[in-house]
Antibody, heavy 114, light 110 residues
Framework: EMQLVESGGGLVQPGGSLTLSCSASGFTFSSYGIHWVRQAPGKGLEYVSAISSNGGITYYADSVKGRFTISRDNSKNTLWLQMSSLRDEDTALYYCVGDGFDIWGQGTMVTVSS | QSALTQPPSASGSPGQSVTVSCTGT?????????VSWYQQHPGKAPKLMIYEVSKRPSGVPARFSGSKSGNTASLTVSGLQAEDEADYYC??????????FGGGTRLTVL
């Protein structure tokens, strides 16, 4: 079964940092681009970031550019989202999503609050 | 990048058909045939229902169909069933490795 599992969420103060992880199984991770999509409580989906299969191409939404960094290690079937200078509006459930948007993790919750 | 525009709610009785619209611009929906639709039940992750405007992933019932005209995409659910009650989101490729989502539509089965 193709699966993505996120971890690393938690409570962080405004201005703080947090790193999310996404572990893949059941498919050839190195062949897939991966996206991060977030959903604020009670709100819709927002596209956040993406990385190509070999890590050579990355994308960031304007709302996180300069603050978030996406990376991957295909030998470990793992993807990371390093988040810094966190703001209240970054509070959301963060989903790791496979290319094609057909594989979604269960999400990891990030809460930015003092 | 502005979100795609969806009606906040839609409804229909069991067995009926309902259509949800998703309006973008010539920079996203109007240019690219990479429109997708997702179903999200409360507390669950979104599930891909339609991709590339009208294609259904394996396992998605044929009751779900998608189409596009100009800058507006549509999702039609035919033969509504109770389990179709959920939030539905559209998304579109917007160029330069960017995707944009709609605000979501809550579908109620009366």
């Amino acid at each position: 079964e193709m699966q993505l599992v996120e971890s690393g969420g938690g409570l962080v103060q405004p201005g703080g940092s947090l790193t999310l992880s996404c572990s893949a199984s059941g498919f050839t991770f190195s062949s897939y681009g991966i996206h991060w999509v977030r959903q604020a409580p009670g709100k819709g989906l927002e596209y956040v970031s993406a990385i190509s299969s070999n890590g050579g191409i990355t994308y960031y939404a304007d709302s996180v550019k300069g603050r978030f960094t996406i990376s991957r290690d295909n030998s470990k079937n793992t993807l990371w989202l390093q988040m810094s200078s966190l703001r209240d509006e970054d509070t959301a459930l963060y989903y790791c999503v496979g290319d094609g948007f057909d594989i979604w993790g269960q999400g990891t919750m990030v809460t930015v609050s003092s | 990048q502005s979100a795609l525009t969806q009606p906040p709610s839609a409804s229909g009785s069991p067995g009926q058909s309902v259509t949800v619209s998703c309006t973008g611009t010539s920079s996203d929906v109007g240019t690219y045939n990479f429109v997708s639709w997702y179903q999200q039940h409360p507390g669950k992750a979104p599930k891909l229902m339609i991709y590339e405007v009208s294609k259904r992933p394996s396992g998605v019932p044929a009751r779900f169909s998608g189409s596009k005209s100009g800058n507006t995409a549509s999702l039609t659910v035919s033969g509504l069933q109770a389990e179709d009650e959920a939030d539905y989101y559209c998304s579109s490729y917007a160029g330069n490795n960017n995707y944009v989502f709609g605000g979501g539509t809550r579908l109620t089965v009366l």
